[in-house]
């Protein structure tokens, strides 16, 4: 597959002046308030699956990608991956798809190389030093850990949100524009992307008549929903969740999980999580990891209910973690 | 003592301690007296050379103290006063700007081990007694240049005695900005320099401010290092190659003239007022903005 301009994670200048017709719309439709049309907002170059996104009323369990036949594209492919701290394997010969527009929960007990796993696949690994990664992770057909590949780009194509919610000292405006003002976007699409991803976020209608005051006065919820917001406004075509609502309570959990809904519209959502209810309610796809080996992943639905593997079975009922 | 309280039964009344609960308490008061007593010992100095300064230096401070230039037998500190805060300013400017980017690299960009051996390297510098930097100042910026005694001299000597703390307090300021802001920040897409900028800069300003405010206080309290380069005058110095008069030099000529010569003892205990004056000045200064950074931090570190 060749990338699109904006999935191009290599490309280091600006982009030159005649702009790919495809990237049009996209960029049109960004910049319009919100695009929960439905509409595949991306410039892939294969069109989007005929398969509708399922709607969020639907049941994680009831995902209509039955198959794998009818699976959308995937837009992450984990093949062999490895990971090591010294002679220690945190991950071993990890084989894994993240399709788009779906959500995938990665299960495990602690320590079992959840949360590793989704740091390899925005480069963070790089920041905690000591790690060793081998195998290959693509971005849409581009390997990231590539020679060419800007860690700066990839990073803005695949968001992450912490288990923590970490805004920065700054504004509710200037944390959401963070991103955007790495690029010195103009202060128009400052403006339009900070409220569009705000909206998204659902925190527009409670901090619109403030969006001055400081971030560090929020919620822990409103927080975790801004740093979601702030991942958002640079356009990222996955997300990852680290945990995201380990550290809230439960009604600020529920805001976070129909969030999810609302952004496997657009987005593929990768969610870590300890806790298998929210597993079952939020993730299309659920991958189990034990001891830094891939068990099973499989429908949410059936992982839970018909497991293949006996070791899944014990986890999810509870046996074991 | 207070005596049970027979309506209750043993061990319920609760106001009445015998035996080992008894010595218990007895320490505890004990302790607490000798820690009152430490307190006392440590503010009674403060205190008592105050009061022994402001006696002898206010009675005859006046206007033309601060104005004039001090000439013969009589005159006020006018010129040391200015030079004091031009060899302060100088070393400030010096120190501030080279300890912070070495700060910063420590912290930011050097590899564990570069970091761990600049930071041994800022506590040896910072231990370096003061009268040897000023020794290795006259050597290299006043006998080495052909300068002869300069203010310059000064500043960059002064400077140098400055940067370790400057750089020691960025270093911690960095080193301490929360972990997750930092990964927060990278996985946004941003690169050291911006995640430095945009983000530690604030987090870690109250800090390095006070770094930097300690560090004046140090330096404004130095003496050796300033006679040995900057040498004396005193006269307003008119460019930076000329000597210059400060206030710690003041208290060093004067201070043992005979009473004959009383103006010039008074002279002394005034830059003394004035360089305490200063001093807290610059503590109160540094807490005010501090306080006001961290209330916009309010949170960051709960």
């Keep these: 597959m060749t990338a699109a301009l904006e999935d191009e994670?290599?490309?280091?200048?600006?982009?030159?002046?005649?702009?790919?017709?495809?990237?049009?719309?996209?960029?049109?439709e960004d910049l319009g308030k919100s695009s929960f049309s439905g509409v595949h907002p991306m410039s892939s170059p294969s069109p989007p699956s005929p398969t509708a996104p399922p709607s969020p009323s639907l049941g994680a369990g009831s995902s209509p990608w039955a198959s794998p036949a009818t699976r959308p594209p995937s837009v992450i492919t984990v093949r062999e991956l490895w990971v090591w701290a010294g002679k220690k394997a945190i991950l071993s010969d990890i084989?894994?798809?993240?399709?788009?527009?779906?959500?995938?929960?990665?299960i495990g007990p602690s320590g079992c190389g959840k949360t590793t796993l989704i740091r390899t696949l925005n480069r963070m690994t790089e920041v905690s030093p000591g790690l060793k990664v081998r195998g290959s992770?693509?971005?849409?057909?581009?390997?990231?850990?590539?020679?060419?590949?800007?860690?700066?780009?990839?990073?803005?194509?695949?968001?992450?949100?912490?288990?923590?919610?970490?805004?920065?000292?700054?504004?509710?405006?200037?944390?959401?524009?963070?991103?955007?003002?790495?690029?010195?976007?103009?202060?128009?699409?400052?403006?339009?992307?900070?409220?569009?991803?705000?909206?998204?976020?659902?925190?527009?209608?409670?901090?619109?008549?403030n969006l001055h005051r400081s971030a560090l006065t929020l919620s822990g919820g409103q927080q975790q929903r801004l740093c979601i917001a702030r991942a958002l406004a640079v356009n990222p075509r996955v997300l990852l969740l680290d945990e995201p609502t380990s550290s809230l309570d439960p009604s600020a959990t529920q805001k976070v999980e129909d969030l999810?809904?609302?952004?496997?519209?657009?987005?593929?959502?990768?969610?870590?999580?300890?806790?298998?209810?929210?597993?079952?309610?939020?993730?299309?796809?659920?991958?189990?990891?034990?001891?830094?080996?891939?068990?099973?992943?499989?429908?949410?639905?059936?992982?839970?209910?018909?497991?293949?593997?006996?070791?899944?079975?014990?986890?999810?009922?509870?046996?074991?973690? | 003592m207070a005596v049970a309280n027979p309506t209750l039964a043993f061990g319920e009344d609760l106001s009445y301690a015998r035996g080992r609960l008894l010595v218990r308490l007895g320490v505890d008061r004990v302790i607490g007296w000798v820690l009152l007593l430490a307190f006392v010992i440590?503010?009674?100095?403060?205190?008592?050379?105050?009061?022994?300064?402001?006696?002898?230096a206010l009675p005859t401070f006046t206007w033309a103290t601060l104005a004039d230039n001090q000439i013969g037998t009589g005159g006020g500190l006018h010129s040391m006063i200015l030079g004091t805060l031009l060899i302060l300013g100088l070393s400030t400017g010096i120190a501030t700007a080279i300890g912070v980017l070495a700060g910063l690299y420590t912290a930011e960009f050097a590899p564990r081990r570069v970091a761990e051996v600049g930071r041994l390297g800022g506590y040896l510098l910072a231990g370096v007694p003061a009268i040897v930097l000023g020794y290795f100042g006259f050597y290299l910026l006043v006998l080495y240049t052909g300068w002869n005694y300069n203010t310059l001299a000064g500043g960059i000597t002064l400077g140098i005695f400055m940067v370790p703390f400057i750089f020691r307090t960025t270093d911690l300021a960095f080193t301490n900005v929360p972990h997750d802001q930092k990964e927060a920040a990278l996985a946004m897409g941003?690169?050291?320099?911006?995640?430095?900028?945009?983000?530690?800069?604030?987090?870690?300003?109250?800090?390095?401010?006070?770094?930097?405010?300690?560090?004046?206080?140090?330096?404004?309290?130095?003496?050796?290092?300033l006679l040995l380069t900057a040498?004396?005058?005193?006269?307003?110095?008119?460019?930076?190659?000329?000597?210059?008069?400060?206030?710690?030099?003041?208290?060093?000529?004067?201070?043992?003239?005979?009473?004959?010569?009383?103006?010039?003892q008074t002279l002394a205990f005034q830059a003394a007022f004035l360089l305490i004056v200063i001093v807290v000045i610059l503590n109160v200064s540094v807490q005010v903005i501090a306080e006001h950074y961290r209330r916009k931090l309010r949170g960051l570190f709960a």
């Design chain 2, 190 to 225: 941003s690169s050291r320099w911006q995640y430095l900028y945009r983000v530690a800069f604030p987090i870690a300003m109250p800090t390095m401010l006070s770094g930097v405010f300690l560090a004046m206080a140090l330096g404004l309290g130095e003496t050796a290092p």
């Design chain 1, 95 to 106: 084989n894994l798809d993240f399709a788009e527009r779906e959500v995938t929960a990665i």
């Design chain 2, 42 to 56: 440590v503010l009674f100095p403060l205190v008592d050379m105050l009061g022994w300064i402001a006696e002898r």
């Design chain 1, 9 to 28: 994670l290599s490309y280091l200048p600006r982009p030159p002046l005649p702009i790919p017709a495809s990237a049009k719309p996209r960029d049109a």
């Design chain 1, 137 to 209: 992770i693509q971005y849409k057909g581009q390997d990231i850990y590539g020679r060419a590949v800007n860690p700066v780009l990839l990073r803005q194509r695949v968001g992450m949100v912490f288990q923590r919610p970490t805004v920065f000292p700054l504004s509710v405006f200037e944390n959401v524009a963070f991103g955007l003002r790495l690029n010195r976007e103009s202060r128009d699409v400052v403006e339009t992307k900070v409220v569009d991803s705000l909206k998204r976020a659902g925190l527009y209608e409670e901090l619109k008549d």
């Design chain 1, 260 to 321: 999810l809904f609302e952004l496997k519209r657009e987005y593929a959502v990768i969610i870590v999580t300890h806790n298998m209810q929210q597993a079952a309610r939020v993730a299309d796809r659920t991958a189990f990891l034990y001891q830094g080996k891939l068990i099973e992943v499989d429908e949410t639905k059936r992982l839970f209910e018909n497991p293949r593997e006996k070791l899944t079975e014990s986890y999810v009922t509870g046996r074991f973690g």
């Design chain 2, 231 to 264: 040498g004396w005058s005193n006269t307003v110095p008119t460019n930076l190659l000329e000597p210059t008069g400060y206030l710690t030099g003041c208290i060093w000529n004067f201070y043992d003239f005979p009473s004959t010569f009383g103006h010039y």
